[in-house]
């Protein structure tokens, strides 16, 4: 016996009030929409990654390509405000980091 075939027509199945059942797109549209005009601190984007922070300074921010595409200084694009000063903070629009980061997962890990 390869099946076997169970009718629940009749079936019914009650959510408690605090859950809903919304569709991936719509899911994934809210996720975009809680991130956006959001700041990630560097910490976060570590965290977000998994790496360290060698490797994402060495890796990533400070690889000149990609400093031209994400800096807000070098690119009308950008999404990272670099620090002014050693010691300083970066600055990260969320939403767009994790867009990027999703984006170019493959060009950034081939390294």
């Known amino acids: 016996m390869k099946e ?3 009718d629940i027509s009749d079936l019914t199945i009650k959510l408690p009030p605090t859950h809903l059942i919304v569709s991936k ?3 994934q549209t809210l996720q ?3 991130s956006q005009g959001q700041y990630m601190t560097l910490n976060e984007v570590l965290e977000l990654l998994s790496v360290s922070r060698p490797w994402l300074l060495e890796n990533v921010l400070y690889r000149a390509d990609i400093r031209q595409e994400i800096d807000i200084d070098l690119s009308p694009n950008g999404f990272v405000k670099y620090p002014q ?3 300083g903070r970066y600055y990260f629009l969320a939403s767009r980091t994790r867009e990027y980061f999703e984006k170019h997962f493959a060009q950034i890990f081939k390294v």
């Open 4 to 6: 076997i075939k169970v």
């Open 25 to 27: 797109e719509e899911y």
């Open 32 to 34: 975009k929409q809680s």
């Open 85 to 87: 000063n050693k010691g």
